[in-house]
C-alpha cells in the first residue's frame, strides 16, 4: 500500500491533516478543560468532594461517551457529502443529525437517571456515594447540550470550518471556570456548584452554536434553510448505521476506564482521588490523538466521497507519523512531570503520591493509545464501523479489565494493577486495529 509513496505527497497530505487537526486538537481540549477545572477547584474543597467528583464522572462518561459515538456519524456523512459537493445532501445531514444528538441527549439522561438511587450498589465509600447523586443529576441534564452543541461542531469542523466552534467553546470554558469561582466558593455550593457551573455552561455553548451556524454566511448552503422540518428517515437511518457501531466502540473503550474507577474505588476514597487526577490528565493528553482521529476521519471521508483513493497511503502514513510524534512528547510530560502534575490538583501527601505512580503507567501507554485512536478514526472515515466496535469489546473486556483486577489482587500491585491492565488492552487495540487500516485500505 505505501510502494509509491513520495515524500511530497507525505508532506503535502500532512499539512493538510495538521492545519485540520490543530483547531479540532484544540477543541477537544477545551472540553476537557472544563473536566479539569472542575478537578482542580473541587479539589480545593476536599478528598472526599474529590472522590465524588471522580465517581460521578465515571458514571457519566458511560452515557456521554456513548452519545459522542453516535453522532460521529455526522463528520462521516457531512464530510463525505462536502468532497461530493452534495449541499442537500450536507443540509439534510445538519439538521436530522441535530435531532438525533438531542434525541439520544434526552433519552439517555432519563435512563441515566434511575440508576441515581442505586448508587450504593457500585460498592463505593459511603460518603462518597452520600455526596455525588446531586452533581451528578445536574451533569446528567447537560447531557442535551452538550451533545446538541457537539453534533452541530461536526458538521461545522466537517466543512473546514473549524476555528468558530473552537472559540465557542473555549468561551463556554472560561464562563464554566467564572461560574466555578461563582457558585463553589463565593456562594458556597461546593461540589454541586460544580454541577450547576457546568449545566449553565454548556446550554450557552449550545446556543452560541445554533446562531453562529444560523447566521454564517459561508455555510449557507450548506446549512439547513429550516431547522424545524419533519426529519428524513433515510438520512437518520445512515447516521444511526454509522454511529451505533461508533457509540458501542467508544463506550467499550471508556467504560474500561469507567470501570477502572469503580475497581479503584474498592481501594477507598484516597486512591479514587488519585484515579481522578490521572484520569483527568490522561483524558487531556488524550484529546491530542483524539483531535487527530477526528481529522483523519474527516480527510478519508472527503477523499472517499470524490473517489480519491489515490490519496489514502499518504493519509494514513502521514497521520501515523504525526501521531505518534505527539505521542512522544505526552509521553515525556507526563514521565517527568509526574511528580509536580498531582500537586496542581490536591495537596494531600497520599493522593500525590499514589497519582504520581498512576501517570508513569499512563506515560507508557501514549504511544499504542495514539495509534489505535488514530486508526480507528481513519476506519470511521472509510464507514468501517462495525468490526473496530469488535475490537474494542475483545481489547478492554476480555483482556485489559480482567487482567488488570487479575495483576491488581493475585499480584499484589492494587490500583496500580488496574491501570496496567489498561495499558494491555490499549495495546491489543492498536495491533488490531492497525492491521485493519492495512486490509482495508487496499
Same mark, same amino acid.
Given at each position: 500500500?505505501?510502494?509509491? !509513496? ?28 472544563? $473536566? ?16 465524588? #467528583?471522580?465517581? %460521578?464522572? %465515571? ?45 439520544? *441527549? ?9 440508576? =441515581? @438511587?442505586? !448508587? ?10 452520600a455526596a455525588a447523586p446531586p452533581y451528578l443529576f445536574l451533569i446528567l441534564i447537560s447531557l442535551v447540550p452538550a451533545l446538541g452543541s457537539m453534533g452541530l461542531k461536526n458538521h461545522g469542523d466537517s466543512l473546514d470550518h473549524?476555528? @468558530? ?22 456562594? *458556597? ?10 449545566? =449553565? ?22 446549512? @439547513? ?13 445512515? !447516521?444511526?448505521?454509522?454511529? $451505533? ?17 469503580? #475497581? &479503584? *474505588? ?13 484520569? +483527568? +490528565? ?14 483523519? +476521519? ?25 501521531? !505518534?510524534?505527539?505521542?512522544?512528547? +505526552? ?30 503507567? $499512563? ?6 493509545? %495514539? ?6 478514526? &481513519? ?42 491492565? #489498561? ?5 491489543? %487495540? ?13
Amino acid at each position: 500500500m505505501f510502494r509509491q !509513496l513520495t515524500i511530497p505527497s507525505l508532506l503535502k497530505e500532512g499539512k493538510k491533516t495538521a492545519v485540520l487537526a490543530v483547531p479540532l486538537v484544540i477543541g477537544q481540549v477545551s472540553q476537557m478543560l472544563m $473536566i479539569v477545572a472542575d478537578t482542580v477547584m473541587v479539589g480545593n474543597v476536599g478528598v472526599t468532594e474529590l472522590a465524588a #467528583l471522580s465517581f %460521578a464522572n %465515571a458514571v457519566f462518561a458511560i452515557p456521554f461517551v456513548f452519545g459522542i459515538g453516535l453522532i460521529t456519524s455526522i463528520s462521516v456523512l457531512s464530510s463525505g457529502a462536502a468532497g461530493r459537493k452534495d449541499e442537500a445532501a450536507a443540509r439534510a445531514t445538519c439538521r436530522n443529525g441535530f435531532y438525533l444528538a438531542l434525541a439520544s *441527549g434526552l433519552a439517555l439522561f432519563l435512563l441515566s437517571a434511575f440508576l =441515581i @438511587p442505586f !448508587l450504593s450498589f457500585f460498592g463505593q465509600p459511603a460518603n462518597v456515594t452520600a455526596a455525588a447523586p446531586p452533581y451528578l443529576f445536574l451533569i446528567l441534564i447537560s447531557l442535551v447540550p452538550a451533545l446538541g452543541s457537539m453534533g452541530l461542531k461536526n458538521h461545522g469542523d466537517s466543512l473546514d470550518h473549524p476555528w @468558530p466552534s473552537f472559540f465557542i467553546f473555549l468561551g463556554g470554558v472560561l464562563l464554566n471556570i467564572a461560574l466555578n469561582q461563582l457558585f463553589i466558593f463565593n456562594l *458556597g455550593y461546593g461540589l454541586v456548584g460544580a454541577g450547576w457551573a457546568t449545566l =449553565i455552561s454548556r446550554i450557552t455553548i449550545l446556543v452560541a452554536m445554533m446562531i453562529w451556524l444560523d447566521r454564517s454566511k459561508s455555510l449557507k448552503q450548506f446549512t @439547513p434553510n429550516r431547522w424545524l422540518a419533519r426529519p428524513d428517515s433515510a438520512t437518520l437511518r445512515k !447516521l444511526l448505521t454509522l454511529g $451505533i457501531p461508533a457509540s458501542f466502540h467508544l463506550l467499550a473503550e471508556v467504560g474500561a476506564f469507567s470501570a477502572t474507577g469503580f #475497581l &479503584i *474505588g474498592f481501594y477507598g476514597e484516597i486512591s479514587l482521588a488519585s484515579h481522578q487526577i490521572a484520569l +483527568t +490528565t490522561g483524558g487531556t493528553l488524550f484529546m491530542i490523538p483524539l483531535g487527530l482521529s477526528i481529522a483523519l +476521519t474527516m480527510r478519508m471521508g472527503n477523499a472517499a466521497g470524490a473517489q480519491e483513493k489515490e490519496r489514502y497511503p499518504a493519509i494514513i502514513l502521514s497521520g501515523w507519523i504525526i501521531t !505518534l510524534l505527539f505521542a512522544t512528547l +505526552t509521553s515525556l510530560f507526563c514521565g517527568l512531570g509526574k511528580d509536580f502534575i498531582a500537586p496542581l490538583y490536591n495537596d494531600d501527601p497520599e493522593v500525590i503520591a499514589l497519582a504520581a505512580k498512576f501517570l508513569l503507567v $499512563i506515560a507508557v501507554f501514549q504511544f499504542v493509545d %495514539a495509534i489505535q485512536v488514530a486508526s480507528g478514526g &481513519i476506519l470511521r472515515g472509510l464507514e468501517d464501523v462495525t468490526m473496530p466496535a469488535w475490537t474494542a469489546v475483545l481489547s478492554y473486556w476480555f483482556f485489559g479489565i480482567p487482567l488488570g483486577w487479575l495483576i491488581a489482587t493475585k499480584g499484589d500491585l492494587g490500583p496500580i494493577g488496574v491501570w496496567w491492565g #489498561l495499558a494491555i488492552g490499549l495495546t491489543v %487495540a492498536s495491533i488490531i486495529l492497525t492491521a485493519r487500516v492495512f486490509k482495508i485500505a487496499r
